[in-house]
C-alpha cells in the first residue's frame, strides 16, 4: 500500500485480556518498528525487525510483550494480561533501511480499563 | 544512555513570527538527525534529516534545521510560521544504526 497501516485503530480492552496489534508495514521495506507513545510524551522504542529477524527487543517493557513478523512483511504485536500502564498509543513505522527517515502508522490507541 | 532533549513544551506565537525549537542530545558520536511533525488528528511525519555534509538542512513547508555539533544541537526554524504549522514536534537521534530515540514533543500553536 501506500503507507503503513495499523490495526485496529482503537482497542479497547479489560485489564488481563490479551490483545494483538498488527502492522502492514510499506511493501519492501526491510525495516520495522514498534514504538510506545503514552500521554505527553515522544514514541519510545519497543522493538526492531530486520526482514523476519527481531534483532533488538530491548525496549519490551516486560515479558508480556511479545512481537513477531514471521515472513518478513505484516507484524503483530502482542500484549499479555494487559494492565492499566499499558495504555498508550502503539506505533509501528517502516524504512527501507536502518537509519533512515521512518514512515510511521497511525498508530493503535490502547485503553486498559 | 543517549538521550534527547526539547527545551520548550508548549510554543505559542502568532502567524508570521519566527519559530526557533531546540533540540539537544547526548551522543558523542556520529548521529544521525530527524525532526517529525505531528499535525492534529495526522500520524508522524519527517520534517527533516541530517546524515552529513552541509549542517544546515533543509525540509519541508519552509522549515530549515542546523547541526551544531560542538553544541550537540539540532534546532528547527522557521522564518514566517502559519497557521496550519500547528503541530507537535519531535526531535530524535539514532546513532547510524537502527535505535531511534525520540524527544518529549513541542507542541507549537500558531494563533492566526
Known amino acids: 500500500g501506500a503507507g503503513v497501516s495499523q490495526s485496529p485503530r482503537y482497542k479497547v480492552a479489560k485489564r488481563g485480556q490479551d490483545v494483538a496489534l498488527r502492522c502492514d508495514p510499506i511493501s519492501g521495506h526491510v525495516s520495522l518498528f514498534w514504538y510506545q507513545q503514552a500521554l505527553g510524551q515522544g514514541p519510545e522504542f519497543l522493538t526492531y525487525?530486520?526482514?523476519?529477524?527481531?534483532?533488538?527487543k530491548s525496549g519490551l517493557p516486560s515479558d508480556r510483550f511479545f512481537a513477531e513478523r514471521p515472513e518478513g512483511s505484516v507484524s503483530t504485536l502482542k500484549i499479555q494480561r494487559t494492565q492499566q500502564e499499558d495504555s498508550a498509543v502503539y506505533l509501528c513505522?517502516?524504512?527501507?533501511?536502518?537509519?533512515?527517515?521512518?514512515?510511521f502508522g497511525p498508530g493503535t490507541r490502547l485503553t486498559v480499563t | 544512555a543517549q538521550s534527547v532533549s526539547q527545551h520548550n513544551h508548549h510554543v505559542i506565537l502568532s502567524e508570521a513570527a519566527s519559530l526557533e525549537l531546540g533540540c539537544n542530545y547526548s551522543y558523542g558520536g556520529t548521529v544521525n538527525l530527524f525532526w517529525y511533525v505531528q499535525y492534529p488528528g495526522q500520524h508522524l511525519q519527517l520534517l527533516l534529516k541530517y546524515f552529513s555534509g552541509d549542517p544546515l538542512v533543509k525540509g519541508i513547508k519552509g522549515f530549515e534545521a542546523e547541526f551544531i555539533k560542538s553544541k550537540f544541537s539540532f534546532n528547527l526554524r522557521k522564518p514566517s510560521v502559519q497557521w496550519s504549522d500547528t503541530a507537535e514536534y519531535f526531535c530524535a537521534v539514532n546513532e547510524r544504526g537502527f535505535k531511534t530515540i525520540f524527544g518529549a514533543g513541542t507542541r507549537l500553536f500558531v494563533k492566526a
Open positions: 525487525f530486520q526482514n523476519e529477524a527481531q534483532l533488538d
Open positions: 513505522a517502516s524504512s527501507p533501511q536502518p537509519g533512515h527517515g521512518k514512515i
